[in-house]
Nanobody, 115 residues
Framework: QVQLVESGGGLVQPGGSLRLSCAASGIMFRIYAMTWYRQAPGKQRELVAGITSSGSTNYADSVKGRFTISRDNPKNTVYLQMNSLKPEDTAVYSC?????????WGRGTQVTVSS
């Protein structure tokens, strides 16, 4: 059974930091591309950051220079370090594992940026 479990969300003040984790089980993690998405209330889901199986990364323009995606293959975990958080970063953050025509989703973790 494939599971992706996100953690690390919460309430943080503007300018603060959070580190999200997504732990995978039931897949050969190292061969999957991993991506973080987010969805704010009333908005479409958007790609935040992705990392390929070989370690190449890509970011949404809105988070470049503030967010960093990384992966730890022995731990089957992908991370999203989020710095200089803004209120507009408030959303449910979900991770996705993709390979060829197969992909899996986690349930998400809420991030709220507010003073």
């Amino acid at each position: 059974q494939v599971q992706l479990v996100e953690s690390g969300g919460g309430l943080v003040q503007p300018g603060g930091s959070l580190r999200l984790s997504c732990a995978a089980s039931g897949i050969m993690f190292r061969i999957y591309a991993m991506t973080w998405y987010r969805q704010a209330p009333g908005k479409q889901r958007e790609l935040v950051a992705g990392i390929t199986s070989s370690g190449s990364t890509n970011y949404a323009d809105s988070v470049k220079g503030r967010f960093t995606i990384s992966r730890d293959n022995p731990k089957n975990t992908v991370y999203l370090q989020m710095n200089s958080l803004k209120p507009e970063d408030t959303a449910v953050y979900s991770c996705n594992a993709a390979k060829a025509r197969t992909d899996y989703w986690g349930r998400g973790t809420q991030v709220t940026v507010s003073s």
